[in-house]
């Protein structure tokens, strides 16, 4: 069973960057592909970033493409996303995901998800 652990949510204003980091144990890491979903409230969650196994491979949507930037270390199961120029939209629960091979761009293909870290972007 792949437990994972984020951490480096907060609450910061519009303009600004934050980290996001998720700490992977119980499997062999670079046999995921690992990926950051969110949901806002009253919302349902969406991609904002995948990277795949070998991290040669990464998706991001239109809403960050250009400020959120994702990558791994396979030597230390960890997954990071870099959050730049961050604005109000953004404010919503970040979840770090692991699935296998085929994984896309729907929550539902992901089995592995973390509790949740929540960041607030204020104007």
């Known amino acids: 069973q792949v437990q994972l652990v984020e951490s480096g949510g907060g609450l910061v204003q519009a303009g600004v960057s934050l980290r996001l980091s998720c700490v992977a144990s119980?499997?062999?890491?670079?046999?995921?592909?690992m990926g950051w979903f969110r949901q806002a409230p009253g919302k349902e969650r969406e991609i904002v970033a995948r990277?795949?196994?070998?991290?040669?491979?990464?998706f991001y949507p239109d809403s960050v493409k250009g400020r959120f930037t994702i990558s791994r270390n396979n030597a230390k199961n960890t997954v990071n996303l870099q959050m730049d120029s961050l604005k109000p939209e953004d404010t919503a629960v970040y979840y770090c995901?692991?699935?296998?091979?085929?994984?896309?761009?729907?929550?539902?293909?992901?089995?592995?998800w973390g509790q949740g870290t929540q960041v607030t972007v204020v104007s």
């Open positions: 995901v692991a699935g296998r091979g085929g994984s896309g761009y729907s929550p539902e293909e992901y089995p592995y």
């Open positions: 119980g499997g062999t890491f670079d046999d995921f592909v």
């Open positions: 990277i795949s196994r070998s991290g040669g491979g990464i």
